[in-house]
């Protein structure tokens, strides 16, 4: 969460600055706290970062949200379809663990 840049390592003096930190490098949506919305809008004030990276930012989020047809009308998304019992199958599991197997990258220190 963008509340967590007040606290170490970061140590951002203000939440304006801690919305501007996040927002400036990449983070499009917050999710666990209100920093954004309570403090984004002084951030853009304060100069610490602008309406383009905003607009950006939120282009990109609705953009992800219209991919997976979340503003399309219930009866014509695939995905709601979809029984519980599918998505919790065995073979689902199955599929699931193994790809976390094959996503595990070994470092080798030196």
Do not use: C
């Not at 999710?31 to 002084?42: I, T």
């Not at 379809?81 to 470092?107: C, D, N, T, W």
């Amino acid at each position: 969460a963008v509340n967590n840049l007040m606290g170490p390592p970061v140590s951002a003096p203000t939440n304006e600055s801690a919305a501007a930190m996040a927002l400036n490098n990449g983070t499009d949506i917050e999710m666990g706290s209100e920093v954004y919305f309570n403090h984004l809008q002084n951030a853009v004030r304060l100069g610490l970062t602008s309406t383009h990276a905003v607009d950006a930012a939120l282009k990109r989020s609705l953009l992800a949200l219209m991919r997976t047809g979340r503003f399309d009308p219930v009866e014509d998304t695939e995905w709601t379809r979809i029984a519980p019992k599918v998505v919790g199958s065995k073979s689902h599991k199955e599929a699931s663990y193994e790809a976390a197997l094959q996503s595990f990258v070994l470092l080798k220190n030196s």
